[in-house]
Structure formats: structure tokens, C-alpha cells
């Protein structure tokens, strides 16, 4: 048996992502000691229910404590606090670093908590499931997906090197990003994706006649697919959007004037236009599930 | 062995759905012939090499001469001139339908063109893949999916209760509604979502420089479930979108001032405004998984 990787890993918020993490760590053995910590007395009991990590308490330092590397898995609003409330406890040497969906305000939030002599190395695995929650962790959530470093300049390679043999001896491939193009590419891929998905189901809502109606009944259409993405953590996705504001807003305008376009098309009979997009669309799926990733 | 409730079932058009039908009609021995007929040469021959119904011819009126149930399945866009090209051989008797996703202008079209002693009564099974073609044609499609008859007023009800025993026969369940009822609560729950998936696959390709780019890497984020359903035929929901124009763009109209609230919220920083939203959609699903259609 090969030494693991880490002495003690501290995971602060233990939902969907960090109880994920805590599964695969301990299953690969990637560390001696596993313990979470998250404000919610609650969350706390259920993540030790479950058994996520070897434990789970609500002193967000004392997780931290002699921790060689510390993963905050809050919701990006959060991460600012976490870091100040963990700062004082964390070892020399040690790395820290988030999940969270957005980067730059992550890094100017927590980047001022962290000491001098800790390894700051921001990170985002890019999977994750709509549910949320300690009960929403399992195993193999990371096998094959990526998970994104944005490094800072002036970083000791070694640390952002160890922690991407981490993301990948738990399953996920690793790529680097500057933390602006990882906001631009993220607001893109994921955050419009959601934002759309969650004002769909919304507008179809309120069209039906609020939940008790045919809009459930026929939502086999297509509708469904738009729900599973729109019953993702409100919290979570409320602060994506607080945080990525200027990227979500750029990528918003253009999908409306895209979507203007398609509108304009149909009120004018214009069926060539929609057969365009139409078909342009399936290639980018075919090409997704050349790469993997559908 | 039960009777079979047909003798002989045509099916006009061999795609996803049609192909579906034929495989699930003989398999649960409902008809004791099962012929096809589509325009495309290359098309019957796959049918028939893929052995979804007795036989896949391409005339039309051929394959449904003698038959006691035809069903049009082709793109809505086809369905008039499918109506027209087999009206002289349609056998006194013989019960009319199609599958498609627009009720209104498939009735217009379809109506004039069906004989006297003829049962004409409209169908759409809320099912599907994001495939097309013969080769997408696959068992259990209808599995407790619902299928909507609009039958007009005047219509022989025995004609009508007859093609419902069929869809349920088929594993459906079945529900009627009223030909423009039927329209609009499509447009939401399925032309709708339809739209915005081809059109955010359209923008997040622009975005992301076509095809070979960052954007399909991150897909997991969850673009790729967008991706999925903007798969879907192109002939297709053209033929949707032209054909149920007044009630999609009522509806888009609905979306877009729903989607312009949120811009606003993300640009002011209404954070709660978004979670309201996001909690709310978060039960839409709960409903949907309640009610098995999830």
C-alpha cells in the first residue's frame, strides 16, 4: 500500500461536492484523516449519519487545524467567510482551495484571508448532479469530468501540482485556466444553461396554473429535462449569478438577441432559417459525444 | 391467443415514431399485417433491412389500401399531402391518424382531404428521443408516456374508443383535449423548451469559436442537456414551429419578460428575487417526479 497523498484533509461544507470528495478520497485513499465542518448543526449530524468523512463538526478552524490541504465546498458567497473563519488555524504549508462555479470574486474574497506560508490554488470541478445536500454525495461524480485550476501568478508550482494530482487520482481530468477565462467560458457553459432552464420552468408555471396542471402531465415534450436542471440548489445558483455578474449578463444579451432572431423567423415563416440552426445544433451534439462529455 | 384488435395497420411515414409503433403494434400482436410506406427510397430500405414493420414500401396509397388503421407519421409540415396521396385507397371504415405535435393546422390539413365513411381522428403520443429515422425506432417509447386524441366534434365514437384502446394497448395512457387547448399547452411545455434549446446550443456555439472550443470540454456544466434536446430532427420542429406559430410565440413573449426580470435582478443585484425563483422551480420538479413523468 503506497502512502496517501495527504495527511489530513479538512472539507469546509459538506454537501453534493465536498461529501463527493470525502467519498472518493476515503475510497482511494487520499489521506490518513478525513474531517468536515459546516455551520449547520443539522447538515453536520446528517454528513455523520452518512458517514461522509471520518467526522463532521461545526467549528469551521478546528476542522482546519493541522490540515494539509483545506477545500472550501460552500456557495461561492460563502467563501470569503470561510476562509477568514479558518485562517487563523491553518498550518505552514498547507494548500487551500474552493469548487466554486466562479473564480474571480472567489479568489478576491478569499485571497486576502489566506497567511502567508499557505498554498492558495483555487479550483472547479465542473460535475455535479441537481440534487444537493450531504445526501446528494456519491461516488464516481468526478470519473471523467474536468476540474479546472486557475492558479495565481506567484503560486508554488508544487502545491497547485499536488493538488492536481489529487482532482485526478479522484477520477477528474485537469486543466488550467486564467481565472476571467474561466468565469467567461463557465458563464457560457453552465451559468446561462441555468439561468435559462430556471426561467423556463418558472414562465411554464405560471402559463399552467401553478404546479397543479397539464404542463406536469405533458412535461415528456421536452419540459422535464428543463426541471431536472432547475431543481439544482437555489442557494448555490443565487450566488453564481451575484458573482458572475458581468459575464452572465454579456452572454445573456446575446443569447436574447439570438433568441430574437429564432422569434422573428417564425412570425415571418421563415423555415429556413430555423432548418439552419436546427441542424447546425446536432453536429455540436455529435461532436460533444465524440469528446465524451454527453 | 386474443384476436388482434387490426388486421391491417399502414403506417405513412417510418421514423422514430412510426418506426416505434410498428415494433411495439407486432410485438404485442395488435395488427396481423403492419406495412409502411414513406416517400424516401433510402428510407423504406432501412426499414425494411431493420425489419420494423412487414413491409416499408414507398406508395403511399399502396400500403394503405385495405388497411383498418392508418397513421401518418411524418413531420406535421407532410401530413396534408400524406392525406392526400392515400385518401383514394383509404378503405370505407378505416380509422385516420397521425402523431403530430401541432393539432390545428394538421386538422386543417389533413380534414379535407379524408373520405366520407371515413374515421378520422387525431393523435399525438407525447413521447420521444432526440433521434431520428428508422434506425432511432425502439420498444417501451410509449411506456406510460400519454397520448392526446383531439377527435373533432361528430366523429364516430367507437372509432375514437377504438384508437384509444390502441395507444393504450401501445402502453400509453391517454388523455383528449380539445384541438387548440391541445396547441397551447404544447407550445409550453414542449415547443417551447425545443426553442430555447436550439437557440442557447446556437449562441454557446458563437460564443465559444464553432465547435472546437472550450465550451463542448465544460459541457457537463449543463449545456449538454441543452445539447440533447437541440438534437432533435430539424425537419421536424421546423415544420412544429411553423405550424404552431401563434401559440409558440405567445409564449416566447411570456419567456422573454420573465428572462428580462432576471437580467435585471442579476444586474441590480437582487439576489433574492433569483433564490425566490430558484426555490420555487426546485418544487415544479418534485411535482413532476410525483407524478412519474420525471
Redesign the interface.
Known amino acids: 500500500m503506497t502512502e496517501p497523498m495527504f495527511d489530513k484533509i479538512a472539507l469546509i461544507g459538506i454537501g453534493l461536492i465536498g461529501g463527493s470528495i470525502a467519498l472518493e478520497a476515503r475510497k482511494r485513499g487520499l489521506a490518513k484523516t478525513i474531517v468536515a465542518a459546516t455551520r449547520s448543526p443539522e447538515t453536520a449530524q446528517k454528513a455523520n449519519e452518512l458517514k461522509l468523512a471520518d467526522h463532521c463538526g461545526i467549528d469551521l478552524a478546528a476542522a482546519a487545524r493541522d490540515a494539509d490541504l483545506v477545500i472550501v465546498c460552500t456557495p461561492v458567497g460563502a467563501c470569503g467567510a470561510a476562509a477568514q473563519a479558518i485562517a487563523p488555524a491553518l498550518k505552514p504549508g498547507c494548500i487551500v482551495s474552493d469548487v466554486g462555479?466562479v473564480k474571480q470574486t472567489v479568489i478576491a474574497d478569499m485571497a486576502p484571508h489566506i497567511p502567508e506560508g499557505v498554498h492558495f490554488v483555487p479550483a472547479h470541478p465542473?460535475?455535479?448532479t441537481?440534487n444537493s445536500g450531504p445526501e446528494a454525495a456519491l461516488l464516481d461524480l468526478f470519473e471523467g469530468?474536468?476540474c479546472?485550476l486557475t492558479p495565481l501568478p506567484g503560486v508554488d508550482p508544487a502545491a497547485a501540482d499536488k493538488l492536481e494530482a489529487f482532482w485526478k487520482a479522484l477520477g477528474s481530468e485537469v486543466?488550467r485556466l486564467d481565472p476571467a477565462n474561466h468565469d467567461r467560458?463557465?458563464a457560457?457553459?453552465?451559468?446561462?444553461?441555468?439561468?435559462?432552464?430556471?426561467?423556463?420552468?418558472?414562465?411554464?408555471?405560471?402559463?399552467?396554473g401553478h404546479?397543479n396542471s397539464?404542463?406536469?402531465?405533458?412535461?415528456?415534450?421536452?419540459?422535464?429535462?428543463?426541471?431536472?436542471?432547475?431543481?439544482?440548489d437555489?442557494?448555490m445558483?443565487?450566488?453564481v449569478?451575484?458573482n458572475n455578474?458581468e459575464a452572465?449578463?454579456e452572454?445573456?444579451q446575446?443569447?436574447?438577441e439570438?433568441?430574437?432572431y429564432?422569434?422573428r423567423a417564425?412570425?415571418w415563416?421563415e423555415?429556413d432559417k430555423?432548418?439552419e440552426?436546427?441542424?447546425?445544433?446536432?453536429?455540436?451534439?455529435?461532436?460533444?459525444i465524440h469528446?465524451h462529455?454527453?
Request: net charge positive; no cysteine; proline share 2%.
Open positions: 462555479s465542473v460535475a455535479g441537481e469530468r474536468w479546472i486543466n467560458i463557465l457560457i457553459t453552465s451559468h446561462l444553461p441555468h439561468l435559462i432552464a430556471y426561467s423556463i420552468v418558472g414562465t411554464a408555471d405560471d402559463l399552467g404546479l397539464e404542463v406536469l402531465k405533458y412535461a415528456a415534450g421536452g419540459f422535464r429535462d428543463f426541471t431536472r436542471i432547475a431543481a439544482s437555489p442557494t445558483w443565487r450566488d449569478f451575484m455578474k452572465v449578463l452572454v445573456l446575446r443569447f436574447q439570438d433568441l430574437f429564432l422569434q417564425i412570425r415563416g423555415g430555423l432548418f440552426l436546427f441542424n447546425r445544433t446536432r453536429e455540436i451534439r455529435r461532436a460533444l469528446l462529455q454527453a
